[in-house]
């Protein structure tokens, strides 16, 4: 196997990220996709006692994407005739025929979906090892960004961070301190008060992957705008530009002309 | 993959008749063929191939209907559209992200009215889909559904209220659907809505709704915008099946018993070989 394959398929034996828990509200439901092995596209929901759940993203009925569903206590219920699944994956109630205890043998197909420390993480193997990746701090924003995820990974390398907000922003070289399979943190170097970013990285489809994005706790409001805004610089560099733009004025004026 | 003879030799609308006007030809693709639809200067409407070939037309029930193929049979017969005193309307074509024959099956289904067209068509908690009875009508080669039943908060433009409507359902054609319900102005007597499906590729497609009603009040605009709406809400469905091609294979989606009509059809197009715009087995 060349490097890029080896890479691919160790990723998809493992978890991957799909949304900061905090972007996922009980009864809430969202579509994730997934470039694996096999190209996957789920539907991630949460139950209102706050449960996930993440199963193929189309009705065994008449295949109408479970992501434009709704959640109804413990159950994901599909929009087009309100079929209602359980946590498990299993129809419990069909709407035309409301006396009926739906057979067994009728169910959306369910994918491991397990959260800790502000991440939400799905598998598609049921071997995978069951120590969730870290995670931890809080959640900033999640982001797209038409860019391979090798390529994002080297221009994080070399990205500039902002350590105040407000009218101050001073930005400082960052570096990696740690990567691994799934993410990789980001610390400014030299800074009495240290500035981390943990990075998660979910490959949506080939060129274009999602970036899961925490931070260090406590931080004031306007430096977490100051994140926000850095992290649509990044993303626009990545899209437009071939190489990072280290100047902080440079790639704001090139982003707002 | 090459039109087979059963999708090519039918009638399909390509225009509506009254819009066309002498000097400002339409064009409409079927089935990946670009038609001309004109009003020649002696009032006579031709429909004209690529190739520069005259095409097979019929029109009638509003609309210009043609072919890329030589259909053996006439344009089915809908004899509530000559009735005195019934109002015809024509909705236009709406384009949808889906395969002609999905567009079809959705509007032979009522059990997803409580949930797309919710407080108009249906409402929760009267979801409950009693016993029909279907037919493959095989003299005429249609499917028919009839002693069909379903509570309705607003059944039509004409109701006032909520009430039972008794519904008939009719395939003449692979991809037209005729849907027959109880006229709130006059009982005993059915409103006719079609479906009339052009397939311009396997997973696109125009569908022109029509109506032949008794309702003497509703402007005719109102009319047509809540025959839109109706249809908009089930467009957002049908561009979210998957897979687009209707599956003819039955062990890929599972129908219940208020999916009887459905079940038919599939079957009924699997028999006459109609393929376009459907998968035999999981792609």
Known sequence: MNAEHAEKHEVSAGWVPVALSADLPDGGVMRAQIDAELPLDLVVWRSRSGQVSAFDNRCPHRGMRLSFGFVRGERLSCIYHGWQYGQDGGCRHIPAHPDMTPPTSIGANTYLCQEHDGVVWISQHADSRPDLPESGGQGLRSLSVNRDEADLRKLLAETCLPVSGGSEIAPADASIIAETQTSLVLEVASNAASLQLMIHFQKVTPGKTMLHIQTSPDLPVDLLISLSRWAERFRWSAENMGTMVKSWDASAREMHP | ?283
């Open chain 2, 1 to 283: 993959m090459t039109v087979s003879d059963v999708a090519r030799n039918d009638w399909y609308p390509v225009a509506i008749e009254n819009l066309l006007i002498e000097g400002q030809p339409e064009t409409a693709v079927l089935m990946g063929e670009t038609l001309t639809i004109l009003r020649a200067a002696d009032d006579q409407i031709k429909v004209i191939a690529a190739d520069g070939s005259e095409c097979p037309l019929t029109i009638r029930y509003g609309h210009v209907w043609s072919s890329i193929g030589q259909p053996e049979h006439p344009l089915f017969d809908i004899p509530e559209a000559d009735e005195e005193g019934r109002r015809m309307v024509d909705c236009g074509p709406v384009r949808v992200k889906a395969s002609p024959l999905r567009v079809v099956e959705n509007f032979l289904d009522i059990a997803h009215f409580p949930f797309v067209h919710t407080d108009i068509l249906g409402a929760e908690p009267h979801t409950e889909v009693e016993p029909y009875k279907v037919e493959i009508r095989d003299t005429v080669d249609e499917v028919w559904a009839t002693k069909v039943r379903f509570f309705q908060p607003q059944a039509a433009k004409s109701a006032e209220e909520g009430q039972m409507t008794d519904y008939m359902y009719r395939v003449p054609a692979p991809c037209v659907s005729i849907l027959y319900k109880t006229s709130p102005p006059r009982p005993g007597a059915w409103d006719v809505i079609g479906l009339f499906v052009r397939p311009i590729s396997e997973e696109l497609c125009d569908a022109y709704a029509w109506m032949a009603l008794y309702d003497e009040d509703s402007n005719q605009t109102d009319l047509v915008q809540f025959q839109q709406m109706i249809f908009l809400q089930d467009r957002s469905i049908l561009e979210n099946q998957i897979p687009r091609l209707l599956p003819l294979d039955p062990k890929m989606e599972i129908p219940t018993r208020a999916d009887t009509t459905s079940v038919a059809y599939r079957r009924w197009l699997k028999r006459k070989g109609m393929t376009y715009g459907a998968q035999l087995v999981a792609r």
